[in-house]
């Protein structure tokens, strides 16, 4: 019966020849397309390039929302004209991105001056599970002020949107670089 009793208990210890492993985690591999922009072909106070595999979906008072379909992802742009108000229109951007506090890890600014284009502004990253990641303003101080903001259609898990969020901002650099205003 002893015989027995070890003969049961050693059997799973020596049936088993290979050594177990736990499975490697899997990193998801997104592949975005080659970037190429163009200008944007809508009648504004304003011009910039987007990317061409973009859809703009034109709203009144010169507000427009770039989308990016396959990433699920939008850019949008209100426009206001400056009247005395430009105090107004910097308090009221800043509330907005400061709203994202309660959950966000960090909001990082970078300024962004073009004096030869009367181009001044700045742009916010918004780390964490905040809803919106990147918020940017951009003025000429005088006439024009445009407020951006960058917001995926799915529930704000920043770890898996960061691929999507780094591939956009540069896109937002690039509206920033080539914004032009029209008089």
């Known amino acids: 019966m002893r015989n027995l009793f070890l003969l049961i208990f050693f059997i799973p210890f020596l049936s088993c020849k290979e050594d177990i492993l736990p499975k490697p985690k899997g990193y998801l591999s997104l592949n975005y ?29 010169n507000w427009i929302s770039i989308k990016y379909p396959k990433i699920k992802a939008s850019i949008d742009i209100t426009y206001r004209p400056v009247k ?19 959950k966000a890890e960090q909001i990082i600014p970078k300024d962004f001056v073009n004096p030869e284009k009367r181009v001044f502004g700045s742009m916010y990253e918004i780390t964490g599970n905040a809803a919106s990641q990147i918020q940017f303003h951009v ?33 937002i650099l690039q509206l920033m670089e080539t914004l032009k205003w029209i008089e």
């Open 84 to 102: 005395n108000n430009m105090n107004e229109l910097l308090t009221e951007a800043e509330k907005l991105v400061f709203k994202h506090t309660l």
């Open 33 to 61: 397309p080659q970037k190429k922009y163009k200008k944007l072909d809508l009648n504004r106070p304003y011009s910039f390039n987007i990317l061409e595999n973009t859809e703009i979906k034109d709203n009144p008072n």
């Open 139 to 171: 003025t000429d101080s005088t006439n024009h002020f445009i407020k951006g903001a960058l917001y995926f259609y799915a529930k704000p898990n920043y770890d898996s949107i960061l691929p999507a969020v780094a591939y956009i901002k540069d896109d």
